[in-house]
C-alpha cells in the first residue's frame, strides 16, 4: 500500500478552496451539499496563512505556478494538509475519484499516479453501489448506541449487523422508508440474536479471481479464519485485517462448534480435501463454496 486512505470528517469543519477558473469550479462542485464550510480564496488573500487557519483541508487549483505554490505554502504554514491540482509534488495528499452517496462514500485513489485509471474505475464500481446505500448507513448510525447496549460482545454486534444488512430494516432503508426502518431494526434487536454461525469452507489453492461471489463474502465478513499454511496469498488478502487468524492444528471439531454456536462466522481455506465428518456430529453447519470454473 502506497498511500493510505483516510476519510475526514466535516461536519462543522471548515474546508479551504484557493484559485481561480475551472481547476478550483471542479473542488466546489465536489465539495457541494457537504456539511463542511467552505471557504474560497482568490488572489492575494491565497497567500496568507491566516486565512487558512482552523482549516481541515485546503485544495489550491489554478494555473499559475506561482500562485500555486504560495498558496501551498501558505496552507502549510497554518499546519492545514494542501492538495494542490495537477502538481504531486506540492500535494500532503491526493484527491481520489469518489462515489458519493451520502453515509457512504468510496474512494479509489492512484497516488497522483493516473487519475483517469481512478475515474475510469469509479464509473465500474459506482454502478455496484446503490443509491440507498447511504440512507442505510444512517439507519445503523442512528441506533448505533442501542446496538451496542444490547449487544455488548462483538461477535455478537457484528452476527446481528450482518443478518440487519440484509433484513427487512435495510430494504426499508434503502427504498426511502426511514421511520419503517427505525421500527423493524428495533424490533430484530429486541429479538436477539436468531442465526447461528456457521463453518463455510473455501479453497484456498487459488489463482483468487476463480473464487466465487460468495466465497469473496464470505471472507470478507468471517469473524474467524482458519487457513492452511499453503493457501494461497491472494486469498487469504480478502479476509478483513481484525478477523482472528486460527491455525489448522488449533481448529479442532470441538472448538469450530463452539465458535459456531456462539453466532461466530468461520471461513475454512483450504488447499487439500477436508473430512467433515466430525464437524458433521458436532452439529456444525457447514457451506463448501467451490471455485468458478476457469
Same mark, same amino acid.
Given at each position: 500500500m502506497d498511500a493510505f486512505p483516510a476519510f475526514f470528517p466535516l461536519s462543522g469543519r471548515t474546508v479551504v478552496i484557493a484559485g481561480s477558473g475551472e481547476p478550483a469550479q471542479a473542488k466546489l462542485r465536489l465539495l457541494e451539499g457537504s456539511p463542511a464550510r467552505i471557504v474560497h480564496l482568490q488572489g492575494d488573500a491565497a497567500a496568507d496563512?491566516?486565512?487558512?487557519?482552523? @482549516? /481541515?483541508? *485546503?485544495?489550491?487549483?489554478s494555473a499559475d505556478d506561482?500562485?500555486?505554490?504560495? $498558496?501551498? +505554502?501558505?496552507?502549510? %504554514? =497554518?499546519?492545514?494538509p494542501?492538495?494542490?491540482?495537477?502538481?504531486?509534488?506540492?500535494?500532503?495528499?491526493?484527491?481520489?475519484?469518489?462515489?458519493?452517496?451520502?453515509?457512504?462514500?468510496?474512494?479509489i485513489g492512484t497516488g497522483g499516479a493516473s487519475p483517469m485509471l481512478a475515474t475510469m474505475l469509479r464509473a465500474d464500481i459506482e454502478q455496484r453501489v446503490p443509491e440507498g446505500a447511504g440512507r442505510v448507513a444512517a439507519l445503523f448510525r442512528q441506533l448505533q448506541d442501542e446496538v451496542r447496549a444490547a449487544l455488548p460482545q462483538l461477535h455478537e454486534r457484528r452476527t446481528f449487523l450482518r443478518?440487519?444488512?440484509?433484513?427487512?430494516?435495510?430494504? @426499508? /432503508?434503502? *427504498?426511502?422508508?426511514?421511520?419503517?426502518?427505525?421500527?423493524?431494526?428495533?424490533? $430484530?434487536? +429486541?429479538?436477539?440474536? %436468531? =442465526?447461528?454461525?456457521?463453518?463455510?469452507?473455501?479453497?484456498?489453492r487459488g489463482p483468487a479471481d476463480l473464487l466465487t461471489l460468495r466465497a469473496v463474502r464470505a471472507l470478507a465478513a468471517a469473524d474467524v479464519i482458519v487457513a492452511d499454511p499453503d493457501a494461497d496469498p491472494a486469498i487469504l488478502s480478502l479476509a478483513r485485517r481484525d478477523a482472528e487468524r486460527l491455525q489448522p492444528d488449533a481448529a479442532s471439531a470441538e472448538r469450530l462448534a463452539a465458535l459456531a454456536a456462539s453466532g461466530q462466522s468461520v471461513v475454512r481455506v483450504a488447499t487439500a480435501p477436508i473430512v467433515l465428518t466430525?464437524?458433521?456430529?458436532?452439529?456444525?453447519?457447514?457451506?463448501?463454496?467451490?471455485? *468458478?470454473a476457469p
Open positions: 496563512p491566516a486565512a487558512y487557519a482552523g @482549516a /481541515a483541508l *485546503a485544495f489550491v487549483a506561482v500562485f500555486a505554490q504560495a $498558496a501551498a +505554502a501558505a496552507a502549510r %504554514a =497554518a499546519h492545514v494542501v492538495n494542490v491540482v495537477d502538481r504531486p509534488q506540492l500535494c500532503d495528499f491526493t484527491t481520489p475519484a469518489v462515489i458519493d452517496r451520502g453515509e457512504v462514500v468510496a474512494a443478518e440487519a444488512l440484509t433484513g427487512p430494516a435495510a430494504a @426499508a /432503508a434503502m *427504498a426511502g422508508d426511514m421511520d419503517g426502518a427505525m421500527r423493524l431494526l428495533r424490533e $430484530a434487536l +429486541a429479538g436477539g440474536i %436468531a =442465526a447461528q454461525g456457521r463453518i463455510r469452507i473455501v479453497t484456498g466430525e464437524l458433521e456430529q458436532a452439529g456444525v453447519a457447514v457451506e463448501i463454496l467451490p471455485t *468458478a
